[in-house]
């Protein structure tokens, strides 16, 4: 679709690049921004005593519009730029967290959550001596709403759900799951790190009182990200932080904070990237994530239909209408690192491994998956690549052996 | 060197990183289980890719400090390269002193870096199919793995008085 955007994939036409769901590679519009900044506007923003301060000032506050448009988002001071989806879920399990999380709350998460929106909110469960409870999944991959339902009291306080699954691709139904959170007051936080490059997210219409996301995997550069917030509750936060750029007043034994997003952006902030990532935005917007959508559900669904066809290979999560750019698979007999070693010597770039969720691999009854994820570079023929080099592993192998037994818990199912 | 393929060019070598004599290790290992009664027991995990291998072994202690590894048995779920090297690894461990066991891991160690002289070191044995590794350092730890448990249960079982859980 998009591969002579991308500069090292045009550097490199027999590469099959398919692990975005990891990090995406790079279009060049946002490394030429990147190095236009560094060139013209480079200074440390806000210290404004000279005009090169106040461009990267300006570069900073419009990538911020940008950004923060590109999710359906107005106010830029709703939008606070981190280093990515990691810290943004733990800046909203510190500071909101632990101002509001008392002993005897409640903290619901999902069996599919990265350990990024896993271990942050189980550990201030620990802290905060709150019950921890996991919403587990349909035979099929996808979000069981009735256990969900079953789970959310008057004592939940957060709900924290990822939009798409990075390990198997399930889009899960996040109104859905706002619209039951909001009916206890629980805030809704929502891992968007593998929505916001695929799919079309405005934050409000999804109800997420807390969205965080990577620049990253956007196509933007690494280092970079945000959360997005609701006004009132990012005004009502404290600091994550503290230090430069975030206070109003220091005294010699009290301190003041700036407003948002100032207070929650400690130290000099990552002008370079925030203007990456806005290139990124808008990069994407010019194809349309529409557009990017059709393109990766044609490929998932592919690939999906083509492996599963394949004796031995089992196709994990729903349906691939149901998933966003991921396919998860397993080959029996064959070990999701070999898989991998052999598709590399074929120039196939794929994950392998349980994928920072160890509690949804546990429940799949699977010790690692192979995840081939997809981005607007990828085409037919990179489908074809991993293809034949599943094949050329089996072949390796020797034939394939009798599948390896389903899991008890079944949490995903064989499709296809 | 600037278009060097960032996949890695070395195809025909990296193909013989899976000989034959590992795939018929990884089909069928050899010292699969557990002992019932062992001197030492302990598991080496890799975080990243979520595999592990639990070796437990007994030790025979002779006159003196003639200490010998007497039985060996490894467990776990990984990838044909740790299977493989934990299968041979109960093959070469019998009779050695943890001295020797060590020396052994050691040598492997140099191998798996691409030491020349490792590559035709007979001692090592059969683990000389997995000289390929040098050139994927990407899986050096899937091979290490079961050495690392097994160092870890001989310690336990040279340490009296030590937990059975690492």
């Known amino acids: ?416 | 060197m600037a278009d060097a393929s960032p996949s890695g060019p070395d195809t025909a070598a990296r193909e013989a990183l899976y000989q034959e004599l590992i795939l018929t290790h990884y089909r069928r290992p050899h010292g699969k289980g557990r002992l019932p009664h062992p001197d030492g027991e302990a598991t080496a995990r890799n975080p990243l890719c979520g595999e592990d291998v639990t070796v437990s072994v007994t030790l025979d202690r002779g006159a003196g400090d003639n200490v010998q590894l007497s039985e060996i048995r490894f467990t776990g779920q990984g990838c044909a390269i740790s299977q493989a090297s934990a299968s041979m690894m109960t093959d070469l461990a019998v009779g050695r002193s943890p001295g020797q066991l060590s020396a052994l891991e050691g040598r492997l160690r140099a191998l798996l870096h691409g030491d020349p002289a490792a590559a035709t070191d007979e001692t090592l044995g059969p683990l000389r199919a997995l000289s390929g590794i040098a050139r994927v350092p990407a899986r050096l730890p899937c091979a290490l793995l079961p050495w690392e448990a097994l160092r870890l249960a001989v310690q336990q079982a040279t340490s009296s008085g030590h937990s059975p859980e690492r």
């Not at chain 1, 279009?27 to 000279?50: C, I, K, Q, W």
């Not at chain 1, 139904?173 to 695929?198: C, F, M």
């Not at chain 1, 995840?371 to 072949?395: C, H, I, P």
Request: proline letters at 6%; one cysteine or more.
């Open chain 1, 1 to 416: 679709m998009r591969r002579a955007d991308f500069p090292l994939l045009a550097r490199h036409p027999d590469l099959h690049y398919l692990d975005s769901a990891a990090t995406a590679q790079k279009p060049a519009v946002v490394l030429d921004v990147e190095r236009t900044f560094y060139e013209t506007s480079y200074a440390n923003p806000h210290r404004g005593a000279y005009d090169l301060s106040t461009r990267a000032t300006e570069c900073y506050q419009e990538a911020r519009q940008v950004v923060g448009r590109f999710f359906g988002v107005d106010d830029p001071r709703r939008l606070i730029f981190t280093r990515g989806t990691t810290e943004s879920l733990n800046l909203v399990a510190a500071a909101w967290g632990r101002s509001h999380v008392r002993a005897g709350d409640e903290i619901v998460v999902t069996r599919l959550e990265h350990h990024a929106d896993f271990v942050p909110w189980q550990q201030l469960a620990i802290e905060r001596r709150a019950a921890f409870r996991i919403a587990e999944l349909t035979p099929a991959g996808e979000l069981d709403l009735d256990h969900l339902r079953s789970l959310i009291t008057p004592r939940t306080r957060v709900v924290a759900v990822a939009h798409v699954s990075n390990a198997i691709g399930t889009i899960l139904p996040v109104a859905e799951v706002a619209a039951l959170a909001h009916a206890v007051g629980a805030v809704v936080v929502v891992d968007g790190a593998q929505s916001a490059p695929h799919l079309a997210v405005d934050v409000d219409a999804l109800g997420a009182d807390f969205f965080a996301f990577s620049g990253h995997k956007m196509g933007g550069p690494m280092g970079i990200g945000g959360l997005i917030g609701r006004r009132a509750l990012l005004e009502e936060m404290p600091p994550y932080q503290t230090g430069g750029d975030m206070i109003e007043v220091v005294g010699d034994d009290r301190t003041s904070w700036n407003v948002l997003p100032h207070k929650l952006e400690a130290g000099t902030p990552n002008v370079a990237g925030a203007v990456g990532l806005a290139a990124a935005c808008t990069y994407l917007t010019q194809i349309g994530m529409s557009a990017v959508r059709a393109h990766e559900r044609r490929l998932t669904t592919l690939a999906s239909d083509r492996l599963a066809a394949i004796p031995g290979v089992r196709v994990y999560g729903p349906p691939a209408g149901g998933r966003s750019g991921v396919v998860s698979f397993t080959v029996a007999g064959l070990h999701a690192h070999d898989l991998a070693t052999i598709l590399d010597q074929r120039q196939v770039c794929i994950r392998a491994g349980h994928h920072c969720a160890q509690p949804l691999l546990r429940s799949m009854g699977v010790p690692a998956t192979a995840r081939a994820s997809f981005f607007v570079y990828n085409d037919e023929g990179d489908v074809e690549a991993l293809v034949a080099g599943v094949l050329a592993a089996q072949e390796i192998f020797g034939a394939p052996a009798d599948d390896p037994p389903a899991s008890a818990a079944g949490a995903a199912v064989e499709h296809g």
